[in-house]
Each structure stands twice: as structure tokens, then as C-alpha cells.
């Protein structure tokens, strides 16, 4: 069955430390992933997908079909960096996201 | 991207009872999709709604449950239909172009049934 695991539900460190949030897929071929994020209060957004290989906000994922991960990373966390980030691979051909159980990253001052 | 809207945003019912969920979009889309996001837990996808014809349900989801409309490409229901505490949950919908991949979501309806 096609999963994805966030193996880590809270993630807390200090305004400008780096952060990784993890996340492995168990897909056969490559899927299209995504990061969605949730601010508090807000609703769920795209931040960003590997196919556009793109830095969001100073974010950066590189997919890695070895180790089958698509981890989340910012070389300098911020404060407002603090919400719900969810890993979603798209279930190919149907445009089903699946989504990861999320992590929730706490930035303190 | 789109501007969506749900209705109502929230909404506290009484077991057994039915809420029909609105989402409006301010364009056409091709796909609309039903998520549900139980307390504490990741988004679940309940349905695919199709336009002019019937949803498609995901495993462990069914039409007489949730029953959805999709009568044009900017509106879909979902109604939850005697429901029971256990329905308690934030229900999303989402939307996506012709060729995207990229989904795009509503506010959500918060819903607790009693």
C-alpha cells in the first residue's frame, strides 16, 4: 500500500537554528510530492512541490528516490515558520494527495 | 489560484440530525475533492466529486453517508448524514485545474455533533 510517514509530530528549536522536517514515501515509480503548510488560523496552503524545485519562504526539498524521502529544510528557522507541515505525495494518475500524519515545528524566540 | 469558499465554517449538531456542506469556487475547476481532518489526526480523503456525475468515494467512505453534489464546475455539497459524535471533524474541500496536480483548499466547515 502507498504510504508516507512524518516520523516526528513536534519539531522545536530555536529561531535561527536549521531545520529538517522528515518524510518517506513508500511509492513505486515517482510520484509528484508536495508540502503543504498550516498556519494557525489559516488555511491549508501549498508551499511547495519538488517538481518545481523551487525555494519557498527559504525552504528547500529534495527528493530522494534512494532513500524514498522528500524532507523539508531551512538553513535559519524563523518564528513565524511555526505551523502544521504536512507531506503529501499525489497518488499517480488519480490526483489523490495523501497525506502524512504532519509535523508540527515550534520556532521559539 | 482560485478563491474558495465553504459554508457553514462551523456548525455544532445533534446526533442522528444531517449538514449539507456548500463549497464555492470564483472559477472553473475540473476537480473538486472532500477531505476530512478528524481531532488530532491528518487530512483523509472522502470523495472525488464529479460534475454531472457520481462521486467517486475513497475506501471506507459511502454515498449513503456522505452524499455529494456537484451540479457545475465552481459547486460542490457534501452532506453528513446521521451523524454521530464520531463525525466530529474539520471538512475540507479542495479544487484543481485541468492538467494540475496542485490542489488548492478551502477554510474548512468545523463541525461537532453532540
Known amino acids: 500500500a502507498q504510504r508516507v510517514t512524518q516520523p516526528e509530530k513536534l519539531l522545536s528549536v530555536f529561531k535561527g537554528a536549521p531545520v529538517e522536517l522528515k518524510c518517506n514515501y513508500s511509492?513505486?515509480?515517482?510520484?509528484?510530492l508536495f508540502w503543504y503548510v498550516q498556519y494557525s488560523r489559516q488555511r491549508l496552503q501549498l508551499l511547495l512541490r519538488h517538481i518545481s524545485r523551487e525555494s519557498i519562504k527559504g525552504f528547500t526539498a529534495d527528493l530522494n528516490k534512494g532513500e524514498t524521502s522528500f524532507h523539508l529544510k531551512k538553513p535559519f528557522a524563523q518564528e513565524e515558520d511555526s505551523a502544521m507541515y504536512y507531506c503529501?505525495?499525489?497518488?499517480?494518475?488519480?490526483?489523490?494527495?495523501?497525506f502524512g500524519a504532519g509535523t508540527r515545528l515550534a520556532v521559539h524566540p | 489560484s482560485a478563491v474558495i469558499s465553504q459554508k457553514p465554517s462551523r456548525d455544532i449538531c445533534q446526533r442522528g440530525t444531517s449538514l449539507t456542506i456548500q463549497c464555492q469556487v470564483d472559477?472553473?475547476?475540473?476537480?473538486m475533492f472532500w477531505y476530512r481532518q478528524q481531532p488530532g489526526q491528518s487530512l483523509t480523503l472522502i470523495a472525488t466529486?464529479?460534475?454531472?456525475?457520481?462521486?467517486?468515494?475513497e475506501s471506507g467512505f459511502v454515498i449513503d453517508k456522505f452524499p455529494i453534489s456537484r451540479p457545475n464546475l465552481t459547486f460542490s455539497t457534501l452532506t453528513v448524514s446521521n451523524m454521530s459524535p464520531e463525525d466530529s471533524s474539520i471538512y475540507l474541500c479542495?479544487?484543481?485545474?485541468?492538467?494540475?496536480?496542485?490542489?488548492?483548499f478551502g477554510p474548512g466547515t468545523r463541525l461537532l455533533v453532540l
Open positions: 472559477s472553473q475547476v475540473t476537480m
Open positions: 479542495s479544487v484543481a485545474g485541468t492538467g494540475e496536480e496542485t490542489q488548492y
Open positions: 503529501a505525495p499525489l497518488s499517480g494518475g488519480y490526483n489523490k494527495l495523501i
Open positions: 511509492y513505486s515509480g515517482s510520484p509528484e
Open positions: 466529486a464529479n460534475q454531472g456525475s457520481e462521486a467517486t468515494y
